[in-house]
């Protein structure tokens, strides 16, 4: 009772409060690059000027991945920094299975001078709308 007494009187600090979390939340999900919708990864791969980095492990990206994607587990990303060198002047495209997690990726290589950004909805998003997906033998 005290609570919802305390928010009614300081509802100004509250909302203070509210704004300035969701603010702090929304800086630090671009810190790990912009969402890109699929449409968008297929226009960056098919002009030349993206190059898409797939987080998953390596059964989930033998089961289907995006054609040309790079395999990169996102346990092993720092050691392939130097493999990712090649790929400087095009934009990393991250994907991993729900796009939740290419965010700490991408935040990582951003720091590291890399230009970054992350598939909207993962992989689940890429094949929910039926496009092409390569899978491993």
Do not use: C
Not at 18 to 39: D, N, Q, T
Not at 111 to 118: C, M, N, P, Q, T
């Amino acid at each position: 009772m005290d609570f919802f007494v305390f928010i009614s009187e300081q509802w100004v600090l509250v909302s203070i409060l509210v704004v300035l979390v969701w603010a702090l939340a929304f800086s630090e999900r671009l810190k790990g690059g912009k969402p890109v919708s699929a449409h968008e990864v297929t226009r960056l791969v098919n002009s030349g000027d993206g190059v898409v980095v797939d987080l998953r492990d390596g059964k989930e990206f033998s089961a289907g991945h995006i054609a040309g994607a790079l395999h990169i587990p996102q346990s092993k990303v720092n050691d392939s920094e130097k493999d990712l060198e090649q790929y400087r002047d095009r934009t990393l495209v991250l994907v991993d299975k729900m796009g939740q997690h290419a965010g700490r990726v991408g935040k990582k290589l951003r720091e590291a001078g890399f230009e970054v950004r992350r598939l909207q909805g993962g992989m689940a998003e890429w094949s929910g709308q039926g496009l092409p997906l390569v899978k491993k033998k």
